[in-house]
């Protein structure tokens, strides 16, 4: 049913420059992606904010419901620059995002949704020049949600920012899985690392340290407008 | 937003580049003009079509077909003129001979002919919408004679066989019925002109039909009123019902009222010409359903197979009939399910959606609604009496009903409140004042049963809808409730809306929309703080304070598992040392550990999320000890964030994903332990309010879940397979003998490792799901059946639920009302999870229920209906 109007669960036509796959490639990701990327974010938001509207839109009842949350953030104060990834268990819970969520409010902003390739260690941090967002750079007005100006806030804001800036001065670009599907716990121990419950791409790397070298100088172009 | 827009140009140049240029063929422009058919005004446009389409007819007429096919599939208010248009097709072109020289079929018979071939791909792969509105546009063709009327009345009543057929599913019996009733509402007139019994034998058949399912009826009623067997409801309809009611209305009259309520463009037009016969639809068998046999069953041998809509269907009335249409009158119910058929067809763009049913006027007849503010008196209609209804409120009534229609909606429930959003964001100043009148509505029905799962939806989309209108709402006129019970369904409303804005916004942020009344401490509604962790040994006058923080440090220092582990050991040797008294040590180590380990991730849920993963295996440690070491953890995560309800559900959900605790565990704990969180204390008879149901529901989805997950994988697997099997058979070819080997091998084959591995999986998680389902039934069981040994179940028990009780319930306390809502939450786990409680319902019943076997007990009664109803023991 799409004859009449267009359904809302169609991906931009973003691309992402720093992915390593051609364009076919991409869509065929995206047909299948349980990744959305969120766009549009107060800085103050917070992932139980997002978990709570984001849930709405969960099937645990197919084997769905929310896997993580991934704040996006500044790469250089590590702190939330107003985007996230948020992964679920399925993609039919990514397209009912689109559909049901993606031109809705959170914390009183219409945040903005859109199916991505998935998550990669790294892509958490800001790609503009500044550290933040590229779409920050090009912001010529006063919004309180996204640090004013700059760095003033209103003053209602002040302790929700303190708070903020705080959380996530330990990050250092390591997602967690977020919990994988149910296996046998009898399991022989060569499932060992899989019943860790980390998602498939990130034991398939298998290169912790290869990763965590490459967090100390973040991709500067990781995250996606 | 002036900084979106370089940003936005330039993406938008760049869309363009990379979009091609889209050409329509010939072809794809004619069947876009049937398609936006009417976008300005149908009735002048409609002599425009008619020419474009015999312009270029020659060698198009399927795709005119298909043109015709999405218009009435997917724009259903345009069926009467597409009727219009169709019946114009039948009419010679100028110049054409007539047809009874010209031999040739009208163009609007070939297109009918392609027409009906696509309903009857409708009907085979059982696509009950686009069939019923196919059935619509058939009657309409009848009135206006392209149809015969004799095979119209034949299609109806192949529709009506399947209300017959033996052991026939609600869901079926209800969608066949409604085509038969909805075609019959259209076309009465002609079909009863021919022949009266045709048109009662529909009807009765029908009510023959709803008679039959009284029971099922009174489980999704959205008033509960126990001790009532009442068949309607002063405030509530059911869908099938208000048909039925329907025709007798319209039948009375010989369906004269049917004109008032469908538009008939078509009315005036002339007899087919001369010669043209009228178009035979061929006869239909509607076909059974179809059943997937995976060969994978429950222990039982039945399949386990999730038919969901499988109940009757009733819509909430929030409005008088002079303010929204009846439902059970002819008028009233076409304007209704016109309404709902784009609410449902639209959910793919609810944008879109609120955009055409504000629109949705336009294709009535007028009078239905009343005019627009600011619409010119020159303009206005003439109101009819018995119609002239509010367009927003119509809407908000509808929308709230298909929300509310238990025991779920048909898409989730965010998408109703995002449409809702969306009709309020086209026209704040008509709708706001809908919405608002609404939400009194429903708040005053709290009261007066309505149904507790409504009640959680209500809660839902309240906050949901204040958190995107910046949460104005007068709490004010809600400030004299305040002084009924505690737990009386208007307090325990305020309190789940406030919790859930919260949770969307902040603290601070909702405690400023609150009057002072609300704030108030008494009031109970805003916690004391902005919910946040509780970590019990962070007290230096805790006896474990020491004890927690040298945890806190290990974990902290990112310490080994191992480490981590040694150390707990060597802690709870100490503690047994030097306790006092009778300590488990194993419980405070528990806690201890668990509560550590929450508060290093207490700081977002990918902290969380980092914590667990990074110390599962100590947690896996912890939880060895039996059902009560899984009951410690979950205890420990209660405490740890009572202020927080929002991160125990979340952390309960993550610990049943990495397989720390299993669904049972979260069952039995929140019979055994999740009243404690709203009420303060544990003490007192157990029952279940709407957080715990939440925390049922989260663990009885992950069991459901789990073995729907492995059943698809089996399947995969086993097709995988098969196919493999099958290439090797086939590419064994060319040689007879070597095949006929080759066939005889292969079944014997054994199933791969993986495979097996997963068909065990799906084993275990079966009999996972089993046992949770029996944990939860067994819970029900111990609140509410006064005849169980432990005496947990609340004095009260069978009294809420008798009538006397019931009018006396202005003077109930909250035992009453906390008995009240458990009965609530119990009769919506059976028929919310009827379709897997029916797989194992022998079994189940068996254990569970035996004991109340025999009692006259009103609650055990109650109990005992509750459940043969929900398993189909009894309809």
Known sequence: MAHVVQSLDQPSNYKDSQARVDRQKQNELLAKSSTLYVGNLSFYTT????????????????????????????????????????????????LASMRYISGTKLDERIIRCDLDLGYKDGRQFGRGRSGGQVRDEHRQDYDPGRGGWGAQAQRAEIERRREVEERYADANGMAAGGGGDWKEINAPPTEQTLKRGRSPEDDASGARQGQRARMDEPDPEAERM | MSYDRPYNNRRRNRDDYERREVYETPEQKLRTAIIRLGEVDVVQEIPRVVKQIREQAAGSVPAISEGFRIGVTEQPYKIP???????????????????????????????????????????????WRETRLCIHFFAHLTMAKVITVQSMSSLLQSFVAVLDEFGVSHGRAKRAGLCAAEGLMIAGKTLKEESVTNVTDIIDAIQTYIESTASS????????????????????????????????????????????????????????????????????????????????????????QVKKEEWPEYYIRLFENEVTPNPVSPAGYAVRSALLDIVEIFEVNRKECARLLLEYPKWTLPGTFKPRPGTPAE?????????????????????????????????????????????????????????????????????????????????????????????????KEWVSDLSLSHNHPKRGFARRAVEFEIRLAYFERIAKTLPEAFQAEGASVLPEHAPGPDFEYDEPSNPYHNAAQSVLNLLKGRAKADDVLAHLESLKTAIGETADGDVNVDAVGRSVAVQSLLNIGSRSFSHFLNAIERYLPVLRSLAQGGPEAKTDILTAVSLFWKRNRQMIAIVFDKLMQYQIVDPTDVVGWTFTNGVGNERGSSEGSSVINAHDWDLLKGALDKANGRVLVARRRVTALRKEEDDTRARAKASGGGDVASMEVDAEIKPDEPESAVLTTAVKAFTSLTSQQKSTLARALEGFITCLGSASSDGQAGPVAPDVVTEKAWHNRANWTDEEWNTWETWGWYRHFCRAYSPYLRNYSTTLGTVSLNKLEGSTDPAALQIMKIWNVATGEEA
């Open chain 1, 47 to 94: 992932e139980e904010q997002i978990y709570e509207v984001f849930t709405k839109c969960g099937s645990p009842e197919d084997g769905g419901g929310v896997k993580r949350i991934i704040m996006g953030l500044d790469r250089n104060t590590r702190t939330p620059c107003g985007f996230c990834f948020v992964e679920y268990y399925t993609h039919a819970e990514a």
């Open chain 2, 217 to 304: 009826k009174r489980l999704v009623q959205p008033v509960a009123l126990f001790h009532a067997n009442l068949d309607s409801l002063e405030n509530a309809d059911e869908l099938l019902e208000s048909a039925l009611a329907v025709l007798k209305a319209l039948n009375s009259a010989d369906f004269s009222e049917s004109v008032d309520s469908y538009p008939q463009p078509y009315a005036d037009l002339p007899d087919l010409p001369d010669g043209a016969a009228a178009f035979e639809l061929p006869s239909v068998l509607v076909p059974p359903e179809i059943i997937e046999l995976d060969g994978l069953s429950a222990d039982t041998g039945e399949e386990a």
């Open chain 2, 81 to 127: 003129y597409y009727a219009n248009l169709l019946r114009l097709l039948h009419d010679p072109a100028e110049g054409e001979p007539e047809p009874s020289t010209s031999g040739s079929p009208s163009l609007g018979k070939q297109i009918l002919e392609d027409f009906w071939k696509g309903f009857q791909a409708f009907l085979d792969k059982l696509s």
């Open chain 2, 379 to 475: 303009l206005q209609p003439e109101p009819v009496p018995g119609k002239n209804w509010q367009l927003e409120s119509a809407l908000m009534e509808i929308v709230l009903g298909a929300l509310f229609v238990l025991p779920q909606s048909t898409y989730k429930a965010i998408y109703y409140i995002g449409l809702i959003t969306e009709i309020c964001k086209l026209s704040p100043s008509t709708v706001g004042p809908a919405v608002g009148k609404s939400i009194r509505k429903l708040y005053a029905s709290l009261a007066d049963g309505l149904d507790v799962e409504i009640g959680r939806r209500f809660a839902e989309w309240f906050a949901i809808h204040m958190s995107n209108f910046g949460f104005q709402w007068v709490w």
